[in-house]
Every structure is written in C-alpha cells, then in structure tokens.
C-alpha cells in the first residue's frame, strides 16, 4: 500500500544491549535524598521538628556530617523554643495558622539549603525517598511530640 511506513508492529523492541544501564550519573549523591516538599508535608504533618529530622538525613546522606549536626543541634532548639511559644500562647489564637506559617517557613529555609543539591540530583536520575518513609516519621514524631506535651501538662498540674 502506497504512503504506509514499513513498520512491523510485531516486531520485538530493538534495543541496544550494549548501552551503560540507566541509573544514576556521578553526579548524583549515592543515597536517595529527601525534597524540599517531602520536608513540608513532614513539618506539616509531624512538626518542625520531623521537617529537621529530614533535613538532616539530607545532609548525611549528601556526606555532610558536620551540616547534618548543626542542623540537628540548631533544629531542635528551634523547635523545642516554637513549643513553648505554642504551650504559652493564650486560648484565644488560633494554632493551626501558627503551625502552617512554621511549616511554610521550614520549607522556605529547606529550600534555600538543599534545593538546587535536590534538582541536581534528581536531573542525574538519582532516586527520592519513599513518601511513606515521611509519613511514618511525620506520625513518629507528632506522636512523640504529643506525649511529651501530655506528661509536660501532667508535671505542672
């Protein structure tokens, strides 16, 4: 038949054998790393201080241990200092606005930090963590942080 292409749609796949496997280039880090919005549905979900845990794991995982320790150390300060602001605040304000502003501010310092080391690792074909890794450390640590506000109200009544 005149004008059709001389396709055999039967045909196997021709691929080439020889090519270096897809996967990820040296410029990818060996570890999958969080994102910028993984770490905002973490301190979203968890806390600032889930979003810090991420954070840090970020930071290991692209083998900067002395970042990863800093931002632990200055983290959890931060974070310890945001829950006392929330257990002082009068009954009249609304925490749920608080918390978003936190978690929208996280992300922004996330962003600027980690970011663009996400981008390029990501454009190497170098893999993200699991969303469910997040989401079991978001309920960790929302779950941990609970507790200890409850035996905090329990000690100073």
Request: charged residues 15%.
């Amino acid at each position: 038949m005149a004008g059709e292409s001389e396709i055999n749609p039967y045909a196997p796949p021709a691929a080439d054998v020889d090519a270096p496997p897809l996967g990820p280039s040296a410029d990818a880090f060996a570890n999958p790393l969080f994102s910028p919005r993984q770490m905002l549905v973490a301190a979203l979900l968890g806390s600032p201080l889930a979003g810090v845990i991420l954070l840090q794991a970020n930071f290991r995982a692209m083998a900067r241990p002395r970042d990863a320790k800093r931002t632990l150390l200055f983290g959890t300060l931060a974070a310890v200092a945001f829950f006392a602001l929330m257990f002082i605040l009068p009954d009249r304000i609304p925490p749920l606005p608080i918390n978003i502003a936190a978690a929208l501010t996280f992300y922004k310092i996330a962003d600027s930090l980690q970011g663009g080391a996400f981008t390029r690792h990501r454009a190497a074909n170098g893999e993200r963590q699991s969303n469910w890794l997040v989401f079991g450390i978001s309920v960790g640590t929302a779950v941990a942080v609970v507790t200890t506000m409850f035996l905090l109200l329990l000690a100073s009544s």
